[in-house]
């Protein structure tokens, strides 16, 4: 029974049942100078590695987002709420974790993603931390569309 387990679970992760991609419509930006930007990067971990996590701005499903990788994308100026969301944890249910943050014209906002114990987190990170991370992260377009909608 472990042995089945085991086997099942290396083949889920090896085929990579997880997809990531855009999942939702882009935030419309009228033009650059009433934008910023959003980054949003997944930290690499075997922990929850064949998950994909959601990722919603202000309550709308925006990206799926794999274990090392990272997306950008404009947003509008103003305040936001970003939001990680995912099925699992120590109880079998959607758990979702979200900031509210301001975003302010010609603005980079970063945030990282990680596993924890409940299923996910988010967090704001400083713009040097961030370009480290990013270094070793896979760039997921805003232009690729999931297959897993």
Request: with cysteine; hydrophobic share 35%.
């Amino acid at each position: 029974m472990i042995r089945s387990i085991i086997l099942i679970t290396l083949i889920s992760v090896i085929t990579g049942c997880a997809s990531s991609g855009r999942i939702g419509a882009l935030p419309r930006v009228a033009d650059n100078e009433s934008s910023s930007q959003l980054v949003l990067i997944r930290v690499s971990s075997i922990v929850g590695c064949a998950n994909s996590y959601y990722v919603a701005l202000d309550g709308n499903d925006i990206f799926s987002i794999r274990s090392g990788e990272y997306t950008e994308f404009p947003i509008p100026i103003g305040e936001h709420f970003v939001s990680v969301k995912c099925f699992g944890g120590w109880t079998p249910t959607w758990k979702e974790e979200a900031k509210q943050f301001n975003a302010l014209p010609n603005q980079t906002n970063y945030f990282e993603i990680s596993p924890n114990l409940s299923c996910a987190e988010i967090v704001p990170i400083e713009p040097e931390k961030a370009k480290k991370e990013i270094k070793n992260s896979d760039f997921i377009s805003p232009d690729k569309i999931s297959s897993k909608q």
